[in-house]
Structure formats: structure tokens, C-alpha cells
């Protein structure tokens, strides 16, 4: 036993109690020796590189280049998105895509290149491979998006999966973006990224890396155009990424670069190119449409573990409706288990759950459980008992089922990557719909096991069936709770059929939007963490998960009036407006905070509810385009380098700009206007962009702009749909797209349209739906026409 191990496990010990703390390290030694005895040891290894192309063979889209050590497929898609593969990879299989891979575009030709290289011409990309392997995607006027050099792979003498290497370069003003949920950025800075869904144990701020959800998908934003790089491979790996620079004059400009290694798995990519707009569909179009969450949902949600007690439920209920504060839903979290087990509930606390439910649905109230993946294994446990039975559970390599240890102490894990226990968990869900229960949120899924020391998770070694493909661990890993998403949504659907599941989970991976969606995880309480909210939000987004939010006042600690009221106002024009807190932070209810922050946080909240028709509308359109609700400034002009680096606003849809306030004591702030003509919504002053100005930022308020012309759906006064309509600047015309809400189940949403033309002083809104039938007649409410 190594000495720092023994002092670690003296700590768990002390620190969580003596039961669970010897639990920990039991199975913190348990995991150490399940993977020595099921991993082969790494010995002697031998490095490769593809060497050089010996002959090609032509196929629709594209082809097959076989170099001297290697050989390199190479597809062109309808719809311009390229895959390569080296080694025999190729698209499928595949937890990420939504489908069967896309159909190859017929016009994508193999040619001959200069100096013994190849090429795939196709409308919208150029694909250019060396005669040693370097891969180069252009657009179709011939400017280089990314270089992908040579690969190396280093292989076991022994046998076993490769390691690998892809160095790439960029242009040198390009912005890298993406690769998950990073509370660093949007934009990602110089350094190391790690690609392994990690519960970091702790509440975490914007250095924590990595967190509960890492994916290898990079949004690149340069001049020359934005691309998406996704590489399909859910082994361990890191991303070493490095800013270019310009030459300032010399004549040299330093490529950006990107390095990906990984423990194993394919070399196999996707890239797509063109506006953001563009890269989002077509990254929907191979990974899936993102899930429409209900009305509800996007509404406000009170949470918090510890509530204790149905009567404690009901009065943090009583006191929304006592001070007049909108509220749609109420999570429950692992204190209403019976002793931490999930599907279960304690009866003593919660002695008539369904009873609570019905009324609190009644008030418009929904409640969402919490679901975790692990399963307290012990006779007498009926979820236990039945997945024996089942033959649910992981295993290791010598066939015994995998103990872990998670909040009901010893627990086994089903195996996600099986259909068929796919299919049994997602049943389950009949016991938490009969308690009441609209919504699930899918908690310690990365999957995390507590240890004293070591991972925080299954030994690498456990087997998993990966849909009758047999693997271990190191594979399953990342999409484990991508599995457990699919599991708990394909299972309301079928207990459900008429409506539309909700299901957010903390941890997942590339495709996880089809499912649902996510939330920060446990953020900390402090100015940093709310700036880390933000920059999760908006990271995510670009990688395709466009519903998320975070725990309003962090998680862990007790925030200030000022932090909090600021965190609330954040939450209001994101996703999913949540607050929730641990069972040792302080109270997160409005009203506890003083006179001053619940009359400000009343005021967000009735704007938040003013804004529902929007959002609903947002969510429909992510469903059909890819496009995330909150997206970063530079969404449509990313050819603006200031734009591109600004990272203290985002937009939501195309209509309104958001400026939350991210520091102490600010009662202004500059912020960033894309082209165009904006409107400050409290004020209707008009401001042009592209520039900075400052602008008043209260503590009653955040400033938010409207893009002139931008058509709004909000709620009326009566509670109808209306039209908010901001005037269009002189010469200019304007319009939107309106998704009135079809309820919570499959109905078709219809899209209006609406044109917004500025005739003299008098502003004209036309519409029409998508299947040429009139629209219906809405109130208009014009807005900006007291500014020229």
C-alpha cells in the first residue's frame, strides 16, 4: 500500500463517517485490483505513421487511399459533411449519430491532386489528402479551413488497442470553442483539455477540468469561415489547443493548433463548414434533433436537496404564491428516497406523494424527481433483485457484477450499453409517474462510484456489452450517461405515448440533445462561478445541447442579496431557470434575501414569464435547425474579430441581446452590439452597432437589447400570444419566426412568418404560415418608434 493511499484513506474515513468511509476504500482497492488483473499491462510499443499512397480506389463521395502502413476512406455526405477514417474506421458504429450514416454525394469526385496527392471536389467543400496522409479541408473558392497532419499511432507489441495522435492547424486568428461543458470559457485558451466525464467531487469553478460532460467536438471560428470537427471516439484522450498569432507586419502568421491523443478507439472524424447557422443544422442532422422540452419546463423550477418533507414542499410553494412569484416546477432530490434508493420513496416523509403531485399540478406546479444510476445492492431491494434477474448489472473481467459505492452505500450499475437493459430501466419509470412525478433529472451518471482514493468510477476493466459488440470500461465510460438518457426517454415514451418526455441529466456526450438536456452540475458559489454558468451555457450550445442552465446562487455556499439577485437575473434568459442548492447551503427562495432582491427577482420573473411564447418558440426551431437558444454574440457576424472574443453576453434567438452583469458593485457596463440597429428595452433608446456602449445596468435590471425589426412573441396582458415588434431602422426591413406552443405532446408545431417593413412613421407586420395558410390575427404591440 503506497503511503499517500493509506493517508487518503484515513481521511475518508474521518471525513464521511466511519461505515461509508470504509466502504470508499474497500472500493477504492477494489477497483485498483479489478483493472490489474483486467487491463493488459502496456509494454513495449511500436510507433507508426501511415507512410505513402500506394493506390486509391474511387466510390460514391469520395474513396479509399491505402498507404504503405495505413489506408484512409474519405466521404463526402449530401449536405457537404466530410468523415475520414484511418485504419478501416468508419462511420458506424456510432453513439453520437442519430442514423444511418448520410447518403455519399454523388457529385463528390476523386481526383488526382498535385505533387502525388488526392482530392474530393464537392459543392460546398474542397478535401485534399498528401501522399503522406495530412488532410485539408477548403471552401469551395480554395482557402484552407484546417490541416489535419500525418497521424502517429503507437501499437502494443503485444496486441491491444493503439494510442494515437492527430495534430491539426488552423488559421492563425482562428477561436477555438466547444468540447463540451468547460466553465472556462466560451472561448477555449491555451492549454490541455481532458476528454473523460469527470464528477469532480467538489463544487467547481471556471479551472476546474474536466467536468461531468467533455466531448471531442470543436467549433472553429476564423475569417476564412466557422467549421465543426467532431472525432467520433469515446475513449480517454486530451486536447492541447494553442491560439495563432498574427505576424504583425513580418509576413510569418503562426498556424493555431490542436493536438488530440487518445488511449485507444478509431481515428475517425467528421467536419462540417459554412455559416454557424449551417454547421448547427448539420450537426443536428447527424447527431439528432434536439428534444422539445415541455411548455413547463421552460418555465421556472425551484429546487434544493433537503427539502425533507412534503410540508416543507409546501411551504416554499405557499411562499411563491404568497409574494406573487411565478413557479412551474419542483424537483425532489435524493433525501425523499427511501434511504438514497432510487425508485423508491420514504413514506414517513412523504407519506402521500401522488396526493402532493395532483395538487401542486393543479396550482401549474409540476414535480421532477431526481434518478441515479446505481443501485443499492442488497437482498430486499426490488430494483436490485430485478436486475440480478435480468442479468442487468456491469461486470468485471472475471464475471463478478462491479460493487461501487454511491449515496445508498454498496450499489451495482446496470450496464446501459445493452438494449435489453435499456429497456428494463426505462420500465421503471412507471413507479415515479404512479408517485406524480412530470420530469427526471439523471444525476451521478458519469457513472461516479465515491473512493478514497483513485477514480472516482467503474474500474476500467468492466465489461459492458456495447451493443453486442463486447468492450470494457475505458469505451463505455463517456456515453454511459448518454445510454442512461436514451434508457429513461425511449421508456416514458412508451408509458407515456401522448406526451412529450422530460428528461436532463448531468452527464452525457456527443448526441445528447436528442434526449434532453443539462444543467451546470454543482457549481460554486462566487462571482467566478456565475461567470462559469454562462460560459457552460454557451459552450454547450455549440456542441448541440441547447437546453441548459445552472444551480441560481451556486451550489454550495451561502451567496451574497447582490450575487444572488444577479445569478437569478443570469438564469432568467437561459434555457433552464433553476435554483437549487446543497443540503449544507444556504436558503435559495427570493424572499430570503430581502425586500429589494424579491422585488427585483419578482420583476425577472414575470419577464421570464412575459417571455415563455419566445422560448417555446426557441425550442421548436432547435428541433428543426440545430440552433441553440442562447448563442454566442458573434453567431451571426463571425467575421467580426471583436465579436469573436467577447464572451459577457450572448444572444437569445435572433431578437434579443443579453448583457448580464458578472462583477461585484456594477450598476454599469459596456457591451458588445453586433451590425445593425438596437434598441435598449428598457429605455428603447437606439443604439448602432457594430460597437461598444455603455448602458445602465441597476440592480433592478439587466440590459437587454432588441435587434430593430426583430418580431418577439410574448404573453399579453389577458394571457394570449402577442406580437412585440421593435422598429425596423429607415431603409431596413425586418421579421421573425413565431411557433405558437402545441401543447406538451407530438402535435405539429406551425411556423408563422412575419415581414416587418417601416412605411413612414407607421410600422407594417405581415405574416403567413409555413403551409400557405393565413395566419391568425394577433395583437401588435410596435415598439422603438420614438427613436430615429
Known amino acids: 500500500m503506497e503511503g499517500r493511499d493509506l493517508v487518503r484513506s484515513v481521511k475518508a474515513v474521518g471525513s464521511v463517517g466511519a461505515a461509508q468511509g470504509m466502504r470508499t476504500v474497500r472500493a477504492a482497492w477494489r477497483r485498483r485490483r479489478a483493472d490489474a488483473r483486467g487491463l493488459p499491462r502496456r509494454g513495449a510499443e511500436r510507433a507508426r505513421v501511415p507512410g505513402v499512397v500506394r493506390d486509391v480506389e474511387p466510390l460514391p463521395g469520395g474513396g479509399v487511399l491505402r498507404f ?385 482514493f483513485g477514480e472516482t468510477t467503474l474500474p476500467r476493466s468492466a465489461r459492458h456489452a456495447l451493443e453486442g459488440r463486447d468492450g470494457d470500461h475505458r469505451e463505455a465510460h463517456n456515453v454511459y450517461a448518454l445510454c442512461m438518457a436514451r434508457a429513461g426517454y425511449e421508456g416514458l415514451r412508451e408509458l407515456v405515448p401522448e406526451g412529450r418526455p422530460f428528461v436532463f441529466s448531468r452527464s452525457g456526450w456527443a448526441g445528447m440533445q436528442r434526449y434532453g438536456g443539462t444543467w451546470s452540475g454543482d457549481v460554486a458559489t462566487g462571482w467566478p462561478g456565475l461567470r462559469a454558468s454562462l460560459s457552460l451555457a454557451l459552450g454547450l450550445g455549440l456542441c448541440g445541447v441547447p437546453y441548459s442552465g445552472p444551480d441560481v446562487g451556486g451550489f454550495d455556499g451561502s451567496p451574497s442579496p447582490e450575487l444572488y439577485l444577479r445569478w437569478f437575473q443570469l438564469a432568467a434568459y437561459l434555457p433552464l431557470f433553476r435554483t437549487h442548492a446543497s443540503l449544507r447551503a444556504g436558503r435559495r427562495e427570493p424572499w430570503e434575501f430581502g425586500g429589494e432582491v424579491l422585488r427585483h427577482a419578482r420583476a425577472a420573473l414575470l419577464e421570464r414569464r412575459r417571455l415563455l411564447p419566445y422560448f417555446v418558440t426557441l425550442a421548436q426551431l432547435a428541433r428543426r435547425t440545430g440552433a441553440p437558444y442562447a448563442r454566442p454574440v458573434w453567431w451571426s457576424a463571425p467575421e467580426d474579430r471583436a465579436l469573436r472574443d467577447c464572451e459577457d453576453a450572448f444572444l437569445l434567438g435572433d431578437g434579443l441581446l443579453v448583457a448580464p452583469v458578472l462583477h461585484p458593485g456594477a ?57 412585440e415588434v421593435w422598429a425596423p431602422a429607415p431603409g431596413r426591413t425586418g421579421g421573425g419566426l413565431v411557433v405558437p406552443d402545441p401543447g406538451d405532446g407530438w402535435a405539429d408545431a406551425r411556423i408563422e412568418r412575419y415581414t416587418v417593413r417601416l412605411r413612414g412613421r407607421r410600422v407594417v407586420v405581415e405574416g403567413e404560415r409555413e403551409d400557405g395558410a393565413d395566419v391568425p390575427s394577433r395583437p401588435v404591440r410596435v415598439r422603438g418608434l420614438g427613436e430615429g
Open 667 to 723: 450598476d454599469r457596463r459596456t457591451v458588445r452590439l453586433p451590425h445593425g440597429r438596437w434598441y435598449d428595452t428598457a429605455t428603447e433608446r437606439a443604439y448602432e452597432g457594430p460597437g461598444q456602449v455603455l448602458v445602465d445596468a441597476p440592480l433592478g435590471r439587466v440590459p437587454v437589447f432588441a435587434r430593430a425589426g426583430a418580431v418577439i412573441p410574448v404573453l399579453g396582458d389577458r394571457g394570449g400570444l402577442e406580437l
Open 68 to 452: 504503405s502502413r495505413s489506408r484512409l476512406r474519405v466521404l463526402v455526405a449530401v449536405g457537404g459533411a466530410v468523415f475520414w477514417g484511418w485504419d478501416g474506421a468508419g462511420p458506424e458504429p456510432s453513439y453520437a449519430l442519430a442514423g444511418p450514416c448520410p447518403q455519399p454525394d454523388p457529385r463528390a469526385v476523386l481526383e488526382p491532386d498535385k505533387e502525388g496527392g488526392w482530392r474530393v471536389v464537392a459543392e460546398r467543400v474542397t478535401v485534399t489528402v498528401s501522399r503522406h496522409g495530412a488532410v485539408q479541408v477548403c471552401t469551395p473558392g480554395g482557402v484552407p479551413l484546417r490541416r489535419d497532419l500525418p497521424p502517429r499511432w503507437w501499437e502494443p507489441a503485444d496486441g491491444g488497442p493503439a494510442r494515437w495522435r492527430q495534430c491539426s492547424e488552423v488559421a492563425a486568428d482562428a477561436r477555438f470553442f466547444g468540447l463540451g461543458g468547460r466553465p472556462s470559457g466560451p472561448r477555449l485558451r491555451d492549454g490541455t483539455y481532458r476528454l473523460w466525464n469527470t464528477d469532480p467531487g467538489r463544487a467547481f469553478g471556471p479551472d476546474t477540468d474536466p467536468l461531468y460532460i467533455t466531448m471531442p467536438v470543436q467549433v472553429v471560428v476564423a475569417d476564412a469561415g466557422t467549421h465543426l470537427v467532431f472525432h467520433d471516439n469515446s475513449w480517454d484522450g486530451t486536447v492541447t489547443l494553442r491560439e495563432g498569432a498574427e505576424g504583425a507586419g513580418s509576413g510569418h502568421d503562426r498556424a493555431g493548433t490542436s493536438e488530440l491523443r487518445m488511449d485507444g478507439g478509431p481515428l475517425r472524424c467528421w467536419v462540417v463548414a459554412g455559416t454557424p447557422a449551417r454547421v448547427a443544422h448539420a450537426w443536428a442532422s447527424l447527431t439528432g434533433a434536439p428534444a422539445v422540452p415541455p411548455a413547463w419546463a421552460l418555465g421556472h423550477h425551484h429546487a434544493r436537496w433537503g427539502f425533507g418533507s412534503e410540508q416543507e414542499v409546501r411551504r416554499i410553494v405557499a411562499g411563491y404564491q404568497e409574494h406573487g412569484l411565478p413557479l412551474d416546477a419542483v424537483h425532489l432530490d435524493i433525501d425523499h428516497f427511501d434511504a438514497h434508493q432510487v425508485f423508491t420513496v420514504d413514506h414517513d416523509r412523504f407519506p402521500k406523494l401522488p396526493v402532493l403531485a395532483e395538487e401542486l399540478r393543479r396550482d401549474g406546479i409540476r414535480l421532477v424527481s431526481i434518478v441515479d444510476p446505481a443501485v443499492r445492492a442488497a437482498p430486499g431491494n426490488a430494483v436490485y433483485e430485478a436486475g440480478a434477474a435480468e442479468d442487468a448489472f456491469v461486470r468485471d473481467a472475471s464475471g463478478a457484477v462491479v460493487r461501487g459505492v454511491v449515496w445508498p452505500g454498496e450499489t451495482a450499475f446496470p450496464d446501459f450499453t445493452h438494449p435489453g437493459v435499456r429497456q428494463w430501466w426505462g420500465a421503471l419509470y412507471r413507479e415515479r409517474l404512479a408517485q406524480g412525478f412530470a420530469g427526471f433529472w439523471h444525476d451521478m451518471n458519469e457513472p461516479t462510484s465515491f473512493a478514497a
